[in-house]
């Protein structure tokens, strides 16, 4: 359409460019700047109204931003009705027409571009195998259970070979064991086609289990856009290493750095130690900031156990709480910097601790963060 | 002692839900018989024109000496009557097929509408079911007549039905498009059909049970309207018409023959306006 090709990076899927969008005085995304790469499994991840259905929506065609420019793949698709976009999508309520049979809901797209028989039912019928509902075409899409839905949803949007497939909280509707199935296959599918997905969703594990690169977004800003892995163990503020898991977050002073190493010196030689990198502006004696470190990295062992490595932090505390789910216990700890949780495992290596036990509460140098005050990101 | 409480337990225990059940049952015999009173009260007065639509004779005694066609002979030659007849077809054929579409179209728009304005809308059009009918015959016969337009008499009375029959097209179709997802547009626009296009293979469809409802409905308005055809049609009487211009003069017992037909006709057209909306609501 528009010339703007020129400036599209090769390998670029889709593009959001200062992208704004309000609803009435409610100012849904604010200077969305984005880029999703061709072939990736891409994330918008973040709690209700934080304005990822809107962007997602903005892409589909559905809204249209108030400024900002939206390219798809170099072009220009801003103001394009969703017909004309080489984009498809999965809706959170599946959407299947009732009135029509799984073969007439997956076949409506390719009717549409005059695709005739036989190509027709060839490709329908390879999609429905895709997605494993083939048997079912016959069936009324209002015979079908939830998660069958959900397949012929997914086969509907796919048959049709998008450039990108946007899907919008497809699984909300499932029940846990069927939810978690489904995003192992959902991975799997998006893996085989090598389509790009962009895949909204307010739960994390669900964003960190799929995806390639996830987006977290909080009041209309995205606020950070890295791997899962990036994102949970190097959150950009403290709002997205709050909302990907849980932690523990404490004040921390530095009293001493040495070697890339910050001290903060509690009493009788315990000491809290922080990886401060080159040049990082806290690393000046005197100064105080807050960290964090996740329960599932904080070791805890009884009083005098062997300790680590050298530069662990290590410090004496008393168990205050125990709570048992299974797999795991978290413990809850009194310690110089406050309550810490300790989630351990309950393998074969499990001490089963009791409320008033003193122990010794650990982590390597690697484990703990420093937080970065949200707006700063 | 136990044993004892426990004995009287069972006994006390026993007969109790039986009895309960019995009582139920009785209440249940006074609402049938209640039922049946008021179908009896509500039907007889059909029921005795039906029967006597067959009668051998002309005397409207009771019991009727045994059965025949001939009044229904005797109306259907009657030329007069054909000719209403005919009509009456015509007024309920336009009726639907114009105040159907008329309905339809005001539906959807009222759709796009804000809330607020949609509901003072459709206050506005409801307004007809409210106004007496004379009122509106009235109206429209002056109305008709300060415009100087000298219509055939028959367009005058079908445009009164349409105004009639409105605001029950809109009322089954307002229903109907209140339960339908428009969100499935949406996802018909994203595998690529236009505004158009998604109408037609999507909402048409899903709405049509409630559309051949509301156009049934409307010529079911228009086959048994009195009063507008009677200030309105003058010399091309539709059959209402004609049975009342035959009751003044005659006790005929052809008019019973003619009263069936259009009962007939009209309970067909309620049964299956009835049964289509219902089919929909099915969803």
């Known amino acids: 359409m528009t010339g703007s090709l020129a400036t599209a990076r090769a390998g670029t899927a889709i593009q959001f460019r200062g992208v704004n969008k309000w609803f009435g005085r409610f100012h849904a995304v604010r200077d969305l700047d984005l880029e999703i790469r061709e072939g990736e499994f891409f994330s918008l991840l973040g709690p209700s109204g934080c304005g990822k259905t809107t962007s997602l929506r903005m892409l589909a065609g559905f809204e249209e931003p108030d400024s900002g420019q939206i390219l798809l793949r170099g072009e220009d698709v801003t103001y394009l009705p969703p017909n004309r976009r080489p984009v498809n999508m999965v809706f959170q309520n599946y959407e299947l027409f ?131 892995r990036e994102i949970y163990e190097r959150p950009a503020d403290a709002f997205v290493a709050d909302f990907v898991g849980s932690l523990n977050t404490f004040e921390f002073r ?49 009083a005098g156990a062997p300790s680590g490595s050298e530069t662990d932090t290590r410090l004496p505390g008393v168990i205050a709480g125990a709570d048992y789910v299974g797999p795991a216990t978290t413990y809850r700890a009194e310690t110089a910097v406050g309550l810490l949780s300790c989630q351990q495992s309950n ?9 008033g036990d003193r122990v010794t509460v650990s982590w390597p140098l690697d484990a703990a963060f420093v937080l970065p005050s949200s707006g700063e990101a | 002692m136990t044993a004892l409480t426990a004995k009287a337990g069972t006994v006390g225990v026993g007969p ?32 005795v024109v039906v029967l006597f639509s067959f009668n051998q004779t002309a005397s409207l005694s009771f019991p009727i000496p045994g059965l025949s066609l001939r009044w229904y002979d005797k109306v259907l030659d009657d030329p007069e009557v054909v000719a209403a007849l005919g009509r009456s077809a015509i007024a309920a054929f336009v009726t639907g097929l114009v105040g159907g579409t008329l ?12 809330s607020r304005w949609r509901g003072i809308v459709q206050t ?79 909402t048409f469809p899903l709405v049509l049970p409630a559309v051949l409802g509301a156009i049934l409905l409307a010529a079911a308005v228009s086959i048994d309207e009195f009063i507008i055809a009677f200030f309105t049609t003058g010399t091309d009487a539709t059959l209402p018409l004609v049975i009342y211009a035959r009751i003044r003069r005659v006790i005929d017992p052809g008019l019973n023959a003619l009263a069936t037909i259009l009962l007939v006709a009209t309970t067909l057209l309620a049964v299956l306006a009835a049964r289509t909306t219902v089919s929909s609501t099915r969803r």
């Open chain 1, 254 to 302: 530095v009293d001493g750095v040495a070697h890339g190493v910050a001290d903060m010196r509690l009493g009788e030689g315990d000491r809290v130690r922080l990886r401060a990198d080159d040049g990082a502006s806290w690393a000046t004696v005197g100064t105080t900031i807050r960290a964090a470190v996740r329960p599932e990295r904080v070791r805890i062992d009884a």
């Open chain 2, 124 to 202: 506005i059009v409801l307004v007809p079911i409210a106004t007496p009918a004379l009122l509106l015959a009235i109206g429209l016969a002056i109305y008709f007549n300060r415009l100087g337009i000298k219509p055939p008499k028959l367009p005058m009375a079908i445009a009164g039905h349409i105004l009639l029959a409105l605001p029950f097209v809109l009322l089954t179709m307002t229903a109907a498009l209140d339960r339908f997802r428009f969100s499935l547009l949406e996802a018909a626009r994203d595998l690529g059909a236009t505004r158009a296009r998604a109408f037609w293979t999507i």
């Open chain 1, 98 to 228: 009732p009135h029509m049979t799984v073969f007439g809901n997956v076949a409506y797209g390719l009717k549409l571009k005059k695709v005739r028989e036989p190509e027709l039912s060839q490709r329908v019928l390879d999609m429905l195998r895709v997605v494993r509902v083939d048997g079912l075409e016959g069936r009324g899409a209002r015979q079908l259970s939830g998660g069958q839905q959900q397949r012929v949803a997914l086969a509907r949007a796919l048959v049709n070979r998008p450039a990108v497939l946007l899907l919008d909280e497809p699984l909300s509707a499932l029940d846990v064991k069927l939810r978690r199935q489904m995003q192992v296959e959902l991975k799997a599918i998006q893996h085989r086609l090598g389509t790009t997905f962009v895949y909204v969703t307010h739960d994390q594990e669900e964003a960190f289990l799929m995806s390639d690169r996830v987006a977290i977004m909080n009041h209309g800003v995205v606020l950070q856009v890295a791997t899962p």
């Open chain 2, 16 to 47: 109790l839900p039986p009895r309960g059940r019995r009582r139920r049952r009785v209440k249940n015999v006074g609402a049938r018989i209640f039922l049946v009173l008021l179908a009896v009260f509500l039907f007889a007065p059909l029921f």
């Open chain 2, 103 to 114: 309905g339809i179209l005001a539906a959807l728009g009222l759709q796009g509408l804000p």
């Open chain 1, 347 to 355: 393998d074969a290596s499990r001490r089963d601790l009791a409320v």
